[in-house]
């Protein structure tokens, strides 16, 4: 069983910047990790993920504007936000996917004027 523990969100306006943080309880070595958002009536839908090596993949929304990293020595992911969007107002939520899928609890994200 590994636990991911998200934080970093909050209320922000349009044009800023967060920074998401997910801990996990183990090692992420050789995981991919991603965040995943969702915001009210819609699915879940990918954000970005990367790999073990550091390849990344991005959702087209936020290409240019987000940045997936990973520090495995902190068995930790980051997901830098930048030039945020009301429509980026989602519960943002970290992924562990292995020969398990694990989640957080996720972490609300606002973008408000």
């Known amino acids: 069983q590994v636990q991911l523990v998200e934080s970093g969100g909050g209320l922000v306006q349009p044009g800023g910047s967060l920074r998401l943080s997910c801990a996990a309880s183990?090692?992420?070595?050789?995981?991919?990790m991603g965040w995943y958002r969702q915001a009210p009536g819609k699915q879940r839908e990918l954000v970005a993920t990367?790999?073990?090596?550091?390849?990344?993949n991005y959702a087209d929304s936020v290409k240019g504007r987000f940045t997936i990293s990973r520090d495995n020595a902190k068995n930790t992911v980051y997901l830098q936000m930048n030039s945020l969007k009301p429509e980026d107002t989602a519960v943002y939520y970290c992924?562990?996917?292995?020969?398990?899928?694990?989640w957080g609890q996720g972490t609300q994200v606002t973008v408000s004027s």
């Open positions: 183990g090692s992420i070595f050789g995981v991919i």
């Open positions: 990367i790999s073990s090596g550091g390849t990344t």
């Open positions: 992924n562990y996917r292995s020969a398990r899928t694990y």
